[in-house]
DNA sequence: GATCGTTGGATTGTTGAACGATTCTACGAT
DNA sequence: ATCGTAGAATCGTTCAACAATCCAACGATC
């Protein structure tokens, strides 16, 4: 069974248009192409060797997920998040974040654990001294909250607001440092939620994002 | 400063594509262009007078928005929402506008009058048997509970849900007969909430949400 | 009679070129 | 210094072409 669902993956070939924006999405989230940047369609179609059609089709798809944003007849930019972009997200983060780990009694056991285990690793790396992997799995954790939903259309959505809020930190060049402050956090979260103190989770969890959010809001305001 | 916003309207002109796909989703969503039909790219761009790369961007938008599915090399289909879809649906609006109903004590008064009005409208259509207005209200309304949130991402997202929710009733043939059932329980979760019992207003709301959800599923696995 | 290749036609995926429309840039006039 | 204008660069859209893929019909085999 699994080596059909292997198979599956496999025939689910991508198409041109989007292996191009798999890769461009990459670029973008690593920093390789700065918010701000304009993407020449001919320079990049150029570069790329697909042509500007199918380059086209890629730009929409990023735009879609908010990574790009398209200007009639100038072209296609790097997102450059504002401080209303970061609240906006955060506004829609506290509804679904909180809202999902509120169902934390009535979901399976696997579900849980997706969110604890995310943390352990992130406490594990963060000791290392390795904020790439904390925050990735940092991350995870809220990914995991998000899941305990049930809802494949949300936790999609989710996945861009994620992928928005990473643009938003390169831009206030938080990466390392921010995870230091609110790993530990995440543990007590996690710590409430074993105790069976759900409803304090969820204030946390709500402070935690009053913090992130004001954290960055200033950090970006200030440029 | 009105007339300045109507010229921003103005200039933002919307291109080829994006008309094309306006067009195709009240299609869609009127019922003329039945869930399960395939869109020929040719067919289409030649009724329209448009041509294939333009309409293939049209697709990609309706896409986008779930009205339309994607199969590589096959071409894209009207989406026809299984009895899956609709709980998955129904899971984020739980998340969704539970959580957004939550912030009732904490938003403006202006966010409120816009979960109240259309209430009220939907019961002077319903009165009159006027099912497609009364239907179009009750949209309104939980777009209302939605923007309680102050996201307009969330907002955006949102109002994909509910055009995809649209397809699922027209499948299930609920369009008219639906709302007679559902029209006296909104009106109570807003007395609920004048009363300052929100919280009660949520639990109801949830309620409304598992039995919309166990028809709508019904009917949809019946066929 | 049912299952399995094969073949040909239809449709999609992608490319390249073309041209009008729009934006940007640089230069010169007031 | 500001404004307007001409020219260059880029985008929006269309068209034609060809390869890749899918599909339906037809026989071949057991």
Redesign the pocket.
Known sequence: MSTLAQGKADLERA???QKVADMLRERVLDGELAPGL??????IGGAL?????????AFRLLTRDRLLV?E?????FVRRPTGDDVRDLYAARRVIECGALRLWDTVTEAQREAVRAPVRQAVARAEKNDWTKAGQANIQFHRGIVRLAGSTRLSDESDRLFAELMLAFRVAQEINDFYQTYVPWNRRIVELLNNGQVSEAVDQLNEYFDAAEEDLVNRLDAQ
Chains 1, 2 share one sequence.
């Open positions: 198409s041109t248009a304009r993407l020449s369609e001919e320079a060797g697909v042509s500007r059609n199918t380059l086209r089709e398209h009639h007849s100038r072209g296609v």
